[in-house]
């Protein structure tokens, strides 16, 4: 188990603080209140404790999150307790998802697929494939199927973090997918905090140290194409 795969399995609460940080511009929540406005149902791929899930199911629509760690999903459904929309979560893996076929709308990834490029580092454009198969499966003809993944975190300018990442976003690109740049900063609610959090997931509280700021820069890619 790697150090991301034992922060999903063990340290959910935690990563809900850091993830609850984000987007202080709002420029991801506005994506997501557009894809919102024309769908009515998603399948949130690798939901995590519910960043995605969650302002979408507020937004009224019928939402199906999956991810392979049971944490993850005992926090999302703690968030999830108070909204009064459709919302149903299940353990699964992106490769094999337990949704029916032309089910969703809308399918959103965030921040799942790269991992393969570590975890499967010699078969990841394979894994990758069966992936987007499944999300071209679960997700309705004309339906729209959105990968959001990192672009770089305590940098001022966007790119890939790493030569597995940067194959990654080319290989979606290659299969159809645009590319726009999203703006995600941390506003932490201290120095102190945003060094422990960030060198605790990224080891990049050096950052802080540096700057003084509670204040991160952070760039999200958002890859988008309609199925």
Partial sequence: MNHFQQIYATEAATYHRLVAAEDTRGELAAELSRVAAAATSIVDIGTGTGRIAIPLCQAGMKVHGIDAAPAMLKVAAEQLDSCDGDWKLSVGDARDLPVSDGWGDVAIAGWVYGHFTEWWPETWQAELDQALAEMDRVVRSGGVEVVIDTL????????????????????????????????????????????????????????????????????????????
């Fill in 152 to 227: 770089g975190t305590a940098t001022t300018e966007p790119a890939a973090p790493t030569p597995g990442l940067a194959a990654y976003h080319d290989r979606l690109e290659a299969m159809g997918f645009a590319r726009t740049v999203l703006r995600t900063d941390y506003r932490f609610d201290s120095v102190a905090e945003s060094i422990e959090l960030l060198d605790w997931f990224f080891g990049l509280g050096e950052w802080g140290r540096q700057h003084n700021e509670a204040l991160v820069p952070e760039f999200t890619g958002w890859w988008e194409r309609t199925r």
